[in-house]
């Protein structure tokens, strides 16, 4: 009889603590956390006919961010470019306009111009549309000391090697 009570003791508090909130968000975590946050990381990234797009006096000292073009440019245009960026659907005329892929790991080297999100140091993933809106920045690599953590230091700054971006061409100083 007291084995009886004993067990039903055991399967009653063994119900409770799997009807608590925190252990179900806990096995929850642990069951899908890191297959949500690999997913997320995967489907970040610009469409094709996405390009990062700014203004200022030199390419290296602009900041850019995604847009589509809308109108080319040409003479007629003073060689700018028309584009509605993603962001918030706003036009604007820009003199950069440039491709660009998500850094291979061949690309990863000291003296290298990459472009970073700002305000993204040390953050392993960033959602899609986020990544999308972000404000770019192009910036050399300073250190590749800490590569084999997936981190890579841009202009003093490290950055998982995800979330960078590799000019199509190269950046004109």
């Not at 006096?57 to 509605?84: G, H, R, W």
């Not at 899609?128 to 700054?157: I, M, N, Q």
Request: glycine letters at 6%.
């Amino acid at each position: 009889m007291k084995r009886i009570a004993m067990l039903g003791m055991v399967l009653a508090g063994l119900a409770m603590l799997l009807s608590c909130s925190t252990m179900s968000d806990l096995v929850s975590q642990a069951a899908g956390g890191a297959a949500t946050k690999a997913a997320v990381a995967e489907v970040a990234d610009f469409k094709t006919d996405e390009l990062l797009c700014g203004n200022a006096d030199s390419m290296m000292d602009a900041y850019y961010y995604l847009a589509k073009v809308t109108k080319p440019a040409s003479a007629a245009t003073k060689n700018q470019t028309e584009v509605i960026y993603v962001k918030d659907g706003s036009k604007e005329w820009v003199v950069y306009v440039l491709k660009s892929h998500k850094v291979k790991k061949a690309e990863l080297e000291v003296g290298a111009v990459l472009f970073y999100p700002t305000g993204w140091a040390e953050y392993d993933t960033i959602g899609a549309e986020e990544y999308r809106k972000a404000t770019w920045a192009p910036g050399r690599v300073t250190s590749t000391d800490d590569l084999f953590k997936g981190l890579v230091e841009v202009r003093g700054e490290k950055f998982y090697t995800q979330l960078l971006r590799a000019p199509d061409e190269p950046i004109e100083e």
